[in-house]
């Protein structure tokens, strides 16, 4: 299973940007796609996550209202909306994909078993 993200790049606060995760896996109801983030120095923590198309997505507390998680099945890719981004929202993402998650499971990281190659977001003042 590959999964590869794109569209990471420097943007200012307070602007928006689309990341995006193509993986020919999100055709799968089945497979729960999720963006991670890792910032320098800091543990690989989770951003937003979405079961099957049509579920109520989960978001980390620092990301609600701000980022939205979104799949399109029939174009194998799901994406990150980050809007009104923050200083620390700087960091590494990568997309992530596993198989079968209960609801309670979204957050954790070591349910997924599937990594993308993560893509840079740079938020400067």
């Known amino acids: 299973v590959q999964l590869q993200a794109s569209g990471g790049g420097l943007v200012q606060a307070g602007d928006s940007l689309r990341i995006s995760c193509a993986s020919s896996?999100?055709?799968?109801?089945?497979?729960?796609v999720a963006w991670f983030r890792q910032a320098p120095g800091k543990e690989r923590e989770f951003v937003a996550g979405i079961r099957r198309s049509g579920t109520t997505p989960v978001y980390a507390d620092s990301v609600k209202g701000r980022f939205t998680i979104s799949r399109d099945n029939a174009k194998n890719t799901a994406y990150l909306q980050m809007s009104k981004l923050k200083l620390e929202d700087t960091a590494v993402y990568y997309c992530?994909?596993?198989?079968?998650?209960?609801?309670?499971?979204?957050?954790?990281?070591?349910?997924?078993?599937?990594w993308g190659q993560g893509t840079q977001v740079t938020v400067s003042s």
């Open positions: 992530a994909a596993g198989y079968n998650l209960i609801l309670s499971s979204v957050t954790d990281r070591g349910r997924y078993g599937y």
């Open positions: 896996e999100f055709t799968n109801n089945y497979v729960t």
